[in-house]
């Protein structure tokens, strides 16, 4: 059984569905894995709180119990205050994100049109009607791209992501007409972007988590023992 060939147009659109889908998945563990967390941190500080309160009512020793309520009414406040505090710091940490979670929505839906994209690539239905020439897909598909986004922003989606998938779109024209331009055997300026592409998806991940832990992780050490 001979596998499909991957043209250079395939593999842009394969490596482009490959590094949003990444960056959505990365943030999403990211996010949803912290935001656990701090939730773990508060129940067990709800934990305490309830243990604290309970102890009160169930002192016998009345002379005790006049000098433990003062401490327990302390502890109560202390819990209180922490409680708020943290929740505080969590809604404003959470509001950071949201331009980065913006931007993991939106990766979302171009890898899945990039998905599509790249199965319309293996549908040869304009053979008959134009021919576009080897050398010049891959600027071809980075215009294509541009419009696409251009025209995202048009209607309303002018998030700073799409501005810079757009500036890619462009850079990615220009590479692909220098390549059509040099038109040398053996240069796939196609399967050299896809590469840097897949490459730069590599990096987002440990920086994507870096920007939770620099955030939520400092958070919680403040309240609990985590790594």
């Known amino acids: 059984m001979q596998l499909p060939t991957v043209t250079e147009v395939m593999a842009v659109f394969l490596s482009l569905a490959s590094a949003f889908s990444t960056f ?25 709180d309830t243990v604290v309160n309970v102890d009160m009512l169930d002192t016998g020793d009345h002379q005790f119990k006049s ?3 003062a401490a327990s009414m302390s502890s109560v406040g202390t819990i209180h205050k922490d409680r708020a505090a943290l929740t505080a710091q969590v809604e404003e940490a959470f509001a950071s994100f949201n331009e980065m979670r913006m931007s993991a929505r939106n990766s979302m839906r171009l890898s899945l049109m990039c998905l599509v994209a790249a ?77 840097i592409i897949l490459l730069a998806s590599i990096v987002i991940v440990p ?13 919680a050490k403040q309240y609990a023992r985590i790594f």
Request: charged residues 15%; aromatic residues 12%; proline residues 3%.
């Open 67 to 69: 000098q433990s309520s």
């Open 24 to 48: 959505t998945r990365t943030y999403s563990l990211a996010e949803y894995y912290y935001v656990q967390t701090l939730k773990g941190v508060d129940n067990f500080m709800a934990r305490s």
């Open 119 to 195: 199965a319309m690539t293996k549908v040869d239905t304009f053979t008959g009607l134009m021919a576009i020439p080897s050398h010049s897909e891959v600027p071809v598909c980075f215009a294509c791209m541009f419009a696409g986004l251009a025209g995202a922003w048009f209607v309303g989606f002018r998030s700073r992501d799409i501005k810079a998938h757009m500036t890619i779109s462009l850079l990615g024209c220009a590479m692909g007409s220098v390549g059509a331009h040099l038109d040398r055997p053996g240069l796939e300026t196609g399967k050299i972007m896809a590469f």
């Open 207 to 219: 920086r994507t988590v870096r920007s939770f832990r620099m955030t939520y992780l400092k958070m």
